[in-house]
Structures are given as C-alpha cells and as structure tokens.
C-alpha cells in the first residue's frame, strides 16, 4: 500500500501503535496549550519574598512603628510581606549587616559605628544602606520624686549614693542599656561594682521596666525612645515620678560618642510640667546593598501616601516629614531610597 494511500485511511485502519502516538500527541499539544498561559504571565503568580524587620521590643517605640509600617506595606501591594522581629537598637546593625534581618532599626551614631567597625561593633559592615530617618530619639531618665526631692537628681547621684538603689538599666543590647553602660563607664563603676556594693539592677524590657516602678520593684528607669512614649506616659500615672537632670560632663561625653542635645516636651507626662534638657539621636531604618531598589522604593513610597494612618499608629509619624527623612542616618542611602527622594524633591 502506497504511503499516499495509507494517509487517506480513516483512523480504524491505523495500526494500534499509530493509534497511541497520536493520542500522545494530541494529549501533550492540550498540556502546552494549558501551561503556555502560566509560563507567560509567572511572574503575576510568584509567591511574595519574605524578609524581617527587626525592631527593639515590641511594645516600645521601634516596635510600634515597625508594626504599623510593616502593616499598612503588606496591605498595599503583594511582592514582599514584612514580618517584625524583635530586637535592639544597638545590635540591629550587626544584625541587619549579618544577615540576620533584612531590614531594621537603629539610632544614627550605633548605624556609622556599625560600617566604621567602631565600639560597640567589633567588626565593619560596609553592606548597610539607609532607608530614612524615622524620629529623633531623647534619652528619658525616670525617677521616684521623693528619691529627687531627697537629693538624687542625677546618674552620678545614684552611682555615689551611699545607700544602694533600685535601677532598671534597660534591657541589654538595646540603645538605652548602651547608654546605661556608658555612663557607668565614665564614672569608672561597673554593674558588677553596683551590684556588690548592694545595687538591685534590672534589665528587663522597657513594658517590665514601666510595671515595676509603679510596683516599686525599682525607683529609677531609663529609656532612649521618642515623644510621646507610652510606657512612660503609663508609668507616671501609676506613681509621682519626675525626670532626672543630666549633667554637664555626661551630655559632654555622650557628644563625644554621636549624641545630640534634644528636650522631652513640658506637660506630656504628669509630674512634668517643664521642658527637660537631655541627648538624642535620630531614629533610623536600616537595610543592606543586596536588597532590592524597587522595594525599597515601594515601602516609602507606601510610607508618605499612607502617613495618615500611620499617624494613628504612633504620633511620631504624624511628625515625620518625608522630604527631610533622608539625612541623619549615619550611613550612605539606599539606591532605592536615592530615587524616592529625587522624585520628591528631598534632602538627602
């Protein structure tokens, strides 16, 4: 039979294996025609990067902004969701350099000292990048009144106390505890010094910090963080407190390692009627170059169109001014956050 002739034959004349081959190709023409559509459009289908962003605790100031940001990005686009980690603003460099975390927050002087290698890191992270400069920080010293009125009214004057004292430090790692240890330092003690001299130390988070001097647990407390402050505004309706004076070789020293004057505004917790003089640093958040420009760029682009509900997450973004937000991180920008605030018209 002539090959022209076999073609022409309906398919019951076909031989069995014939019949199977063509089955087979009809059936593997119907799965590309099903999974072209999908290998055009994958990326549409991709499932969204994950990456950290580690805060300091929880409930206090680093921990209240990172939730709201990470909340209000993850609910405007798809690409990426952002998950909060807790952890300090003194270790999240290393952290974020490491690649421990992909994002974090930090204070300028501890995100310089990170890339330079300096105290209190011992190695350089020359990979750490800026995204902005969130809030500017003051160091708030807490303090029993009768304790102040009975002539404790500084850091210096509880180290020199005769009798021991009370104090919650902060919760190690974090910028308030970093302080902490340096003034320690510059009044050549240590807390193993206080600490056998009869002193009560706490280094719990700065939530347990607000519970226990209400509950008299301790007299003295400490926090880096900026106003409004809500642990503070809590721990001051609990019991009369007033804020510790800072003196002058202790604001000098701490000029000398990246701080600046700052005031806690008069009138925003009980007990405080006054502007109290204290140092600071700006609130900062952190990536690193192998991060991607483009999410960079959508998370503060999500940042200043959504500010009015992240003002109702915390004051300080209510504050936030977009355009300004790219100076004072301490380390170079971003690229992403480089063309943010191009397209803006920020300072950067």
């Known amino acids: 039979m002539s090959e022209s002739f076999r073609f ?32 055009a459009v994958g990326d549409a289908y991709a499932a969204p990067a994950k990456h950290d962003v580690a805060v300091g605790s929880l409930g206090g100031t680093m921990g ?69 400069s969130f809030w500017p920080s003051c160091y708030h010293q807490y303090a029993a009144k009768e304790l102040y009125d009975g002539g404790i009214k500084t850091w210096g004057d509880i180290i020199k106390s005769k009798t021991p004292q009370k104090v919650g430090v902060a919760k190690k790692g974090t910028s308030t505890e970093y302080v902490g240890s340096l003034i320690v330092k510059h009044y050549k003690t240590s807390y193993k010094q206080l600490r056998d001299r009869g002193y009560k130390l706490n280094f719990a988070g700065v939530n347990g910090m607000s ?3 209400k509950a008299r647990q301790i007299d003295y407390y400490f926090h880096n963080s900026g106003d409004p402050n809500g642990a503070g ?16 070789d202790v604001k000098k020293m701490l000029a000398g390692n990246g701080f600046t004057p700052c005031q806690i505004p008069g009138g925003m917790y009980r007990g405080n009627p006054k502007p109290k003089d204290s140092m600071g640093l700006f609130g900062v958040m952190l990536t690193t170059t192998k991060m991607s420009a483009d999410v960079v760029y959508s998370i503060l682009k999500i940042a200043k169109d959504e500010k009015k509900f992240l003002s109702g997450v915390h004051k300080i973004y209510k504050r936030w001014d977009p355009k300004k937000a790219g100076m004072h991180l301490g380390v170079p920008l971003h690229e992403g956050a480089k063309r943010f605030y191009k397209e803006i018209g920020g300072s950067m």
Request: without cysteine.
């Open 211 to 213: 519970r226990a001097i």
């Open 233 to 248: 505004i809590q721990a001051a309706l609990g019991r009369d407190l007033v804020f510790l004076d800072m003196s002058d």
């Open 8 to 39: 022409m034959l309906p398919e019951y004349y076909l031989t069995s294996s014939r019949r199977v081959k063509m089955k087979r190709i009809v059936m593997l023409f119907g799965i590309l025609a099903l999974t072209l559509p999908f290998l």
């Open 64 to 132: 209240r902004l990172g939730a709201g940001l990470t909340e209000i990005v993850n609910r405007k686009q798809k690409k990426v969701i952002l998950s909060v980690v807790p952890g300090g603003g003194r270790a999240n460099p290393a952290r974020v350099g490491g690649g421990g975390a992909d994002f974090g927050y930090t204070f300028s002087n501890f995100a310089g000292a990170a890339m330079a290698g300096r105290t209190p890191f011992k190695k350089s992270y020359k990979n750490l990048r800026g995204i902005a």
